[in-house]
């Protein structure tokens, strides 16, 4: 199906040349999508030029924030999709800048749906949730139906932003959807700074050949999508009108202890090393403790189901990471 | 209990001017409490000078925005508790204007949590939620544990307020509580235009002897809240410290039927007429069904229940109208 979906299609991607924007680009323009990436390239986030290598003659870049209301106003015209991924993602930066926070992913949310509303009433919106949504797990694994006590201010934000989409959908009509996810890895991710995702941190320390310090035995659960896994639900999302106003959780194939994560990836990237440290007391706040998520509706609804396991994940990412390095420190 | 817990105690009520922020006022003063009051009285708003008539010497009131961040920086300065009542609260007006919505139901709820962890972190901060966070009801009654799936922008954002709230809480240890209120009604309510709530409009139709349209058959259930009862619950909660970092729903002591309410109103009132009419398609889209809350809760933990019954409430609220008419028409 996602063969013939996207030929000729018109594709927004806001957040495009960051780590999912940026692979689910790749994917699009191979799909025959006439891609448009809008990114903000702020410098601490995740948007990196790199990431589109090699595609520069095959899609379009706009630079412009999401917060500029007048130019998503008019970047959303004409387009069939909107893969609707800016955001910013780290839990620590939201508790330090609510505001910012706030700006990125509830007002932006507000306006580019209201863009749409406006200019293009017709298009179908692609959101990327997140199971910070659901902050601790009650119960395990975390379906759709679990509460949503999210711990942190980036988790209240998330929330909100999906369901402007979801009310946007019921009330006025436009055609969205929201896929949760869980933790995504693989080429592309930012590995900068320890602000946005521990293991994007940790595939940097140990191809530094540093010592990752494992909190509090490593023994809590969690849950890891490969990026392409990712992309393809998006894909399937968005080729299926089943999706329309729903909301799927992704998942990974299996729960991963924390020390079983750091020792594959040490194994993968023949260096680096561990060691097990009591817990932070700042961190231990915010912390959740097991969850993992259930990806029975999207497989059930859309056929979806990840493929790439977590090893041979690692392997990809790594050697990813080892010719392209350069890009990414 | 309450008898002691405020006597000279200082106290500050955003939204004071307002429908429950002014009985809250008055009530306060009786107990002693030293009572400043934050309003901006936005003309569409419920803030309303007359709401604290004859009370003007004993609070002081100071007019001021909440979304006024250095203003709110420093009146929390030095007071104990903090009633947030501040709010944009009308589902058709954030349907229209998500943004000021957003601005004053998110925005400002973090700067007023940003100002109170840095210049005063041992206040106590009493949240107004609302069942709306809830949206259409999965089971009846809605208890504190049903799923937030909220129908407009206004829930959406006051979801977010509240979870402002409990994560500051969780995470700076600021003293927060949520009181979750279900439909309030009594004397100072705004009653100028039918975009707050619709029992104000109602309680003007029939007193302006007019007829009331009653949409599709009016079997739809509701419960509802004398002012003094809710009044009653914010003091209960700021009262006892087993409040913190909680949510609670009020609720009303029975469930109500649309047509029901009406007809009691036009009892008591003497005066207006209803008519049973189809809905109007755009306000159907976002109607949710029946909805009324379980208090078990807060019962259980702070012995607050509703004593008002709906014609005892109707009766002195009209009364409060008959007598005070100029000052809300």
Redesign the interface.
Known sequence: MLEQAFVKKKVLITGGLGFIGSNLARRLVELGAEVLLVDSLIPAYGGNLFNVHGLEDRLKINIADVRDEYSMEYLVQDQDFLFNLAGQVSHIDS?RD??TD?EIN??SQ??IL?ACRKQNPGIYILYAGTRQQYGRALYLPVDE?H???????N???K??GE??H??YH??HGLRTCSLRLTNTYGPRMLVKHNRQTALGWFIRLAMDDQEIQIWGGGQQLRDYNYVDDVVEAFLLAAANPEATGKIFNLGGRRPVSHLELIESLVSVAGQGSYRLVPWPPERQ??DIGDVYSSYRCIQETLGWEPRVGLREGLERTVAFYRQYREHYW
């Not at 509460?147 to 201010?153: A, N």
Request: glycine letters at 4%; hydrophobic letters at 40%.
């Open positions: 508790m609510p505001y706030l509830c007002r507000l306006s209201e139906q509460p949503q006590y999210p711990t942190d201010i988790g209240v934000n929330l909100a369901w402007y979801i009310v019921r009330v706040r915010i």
